[in-house]
């Protein structure tokens, strides 16, 4: 039992340095079909590092984050298996399997041009008006997910049962405040 346990200090503390010290994916190319062949390591290290987008957000859900960025990237390389429920197991709407964060890849392939979107043409991104990418997302994530819950969701609940109001009564989109 003492055992175990100064392994999983090991661990951590590798963990830790790893961090620090970065990895060669950082800031690196995304995982390719051609390198999820010849080198699925490169993978994991892309997914798993804190500078690549999304698992850089993630603390608590960092192993479910890489896994699903992995499955994203290299499909032919990851299968479903009963040893780990992480892959395929956890339903869609939790952040702790991968799924949930596949969906995130997903969900940016339809909607990250609404996120990244230059309306006028200046040639820099307007980020002012985030409102059309949070309706596509939603939209997308709810038809990959119908359990997902939305940021959307989630903030009116919270603001509904602050104000003892019904979620209905509560409007998140343009021109609130
Ligand atoms: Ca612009």
């Known amino acids: ?6 392994a999983l200090v090991i661990i951590s503390v590798a963990a830790l340095l790893n961090l620090g010290l970065g990895s060669r994916a950082d800031g690196g190319h995304e995982p390719t079909p051609e390198s999820c062949k ?11 590092s804190q500078v690549n987008w999304p ?14 960025c992995v499955k994203y990237f290299c499909p032919d390389q990851i299968w479903c298996t009963e040893l780990d429920p992480i892959w395929c197991e956890v339903p869609c709407e939790d952040p702790f399997g ?3 964060w596949y969906n995130k890849h997903i969900v940016s392939e339809r909607c990250g041009h609404l996120y990244f979107n ?4 200046d040639g820099d991104i307007d ?10 997302s939603d939209a ?3 038809k990959l997910c119908p359990a997902y819950r939305t940021w959307r969701e989630e903030v009116k609940e919270r603001e509904a049962r602050w104000l003892g109001v019904s979620p ?10």
């Open 1 to 6: 039992m003492k055992r175990h346990a100064a």
């Open 38 to 48: 010849t080198d699925l390591g490169y993978a994991f290290e892309w997914c798993g």
């Open 55 to 68: 698992c850089r957000y993630t603390f608590d859900s960092h192993e479910a984050c890489q896994a699903g």
């Open 98 to 100: 991968a799924t949930y």
């Open 118 to 121: 230059d309306r006028d043409g």
């Open 127 to 136: 980020l002012d008006d985030p409102w059309p990418w949070y309706d596509c």
């Open 140 to 142: 997308e994530h709810k």
């Open 168 to 177: 209905e009564d509560i409007y998140i989109g343009p021109g609130m405040r």
